[in-house]
């Protein structure tokens, strides 16, 4: 069974720092682009980061580029994402998902496979 599975998601205040990982099950991580996405209550799933199979190339939206940043461990077959310096606004279900294609897309349509989410929860 192929399964994504977030963790490292939690409550924590306005600066603080998360580091989310999404392990691979049935599914070899380095085979893909692997992304990540955020869903904030009430707001459609927005692209956050992604990174290339073999983590050289990494792509961040405007708004946490400078703060977050998304690396991968193709022995461990993970994918993280750290985030620091948290505001409010960053509180969402986070998702990771693979991406069987060449380009680090932005594009939800274009990931093949997608994890069940963790929620991160930023108060002020």
């Known amino acids: 069974q192929v399964q994504l599975v977030e963790s490292g998601g939690g409550l924590v205040q306005a600066g603080d720092s998360l580091r989310l990982s999404c392990a691979g099950s049935?599914?070899?991580?380095?085979?893909?682009?692997m992304g990540w996405f955020r869903q904030a209550p009430g707001k459609e799933r927005v692209f956050v980061a992604a990174?290339?199979?073999?983590?050289?190339?990494?792509k961040h939206a405007d708004s946490v580029k400078g703060r977050f940043t998304i690396s991968r461990d193709n022995n461990q077959n993970q994918v993280y994402l750290q985030m620091n310096s948290l505001k409010p606004e960053d509180t969402a279900v986070y998702y990771c998902?693979?991406?069987?294609?060449?380009?680090?897309?932005?594009?939800?349509?274009?990931?093949?496979?997608w994890g069940q989410g963790t929620q991160v929860t930023v108060s002020s």
């Open positions: 049935g599914l070899t991580l380095s085979n893909y682009i």
């Open positions: 990174i290339s199979r073999g983590g050289v190339t990494t």
């Open positions: 998902a693979a991406h069987s294609g060449n380009s680090l897309s932005i594009s939800l349509a274009q990931y093949d496979y």
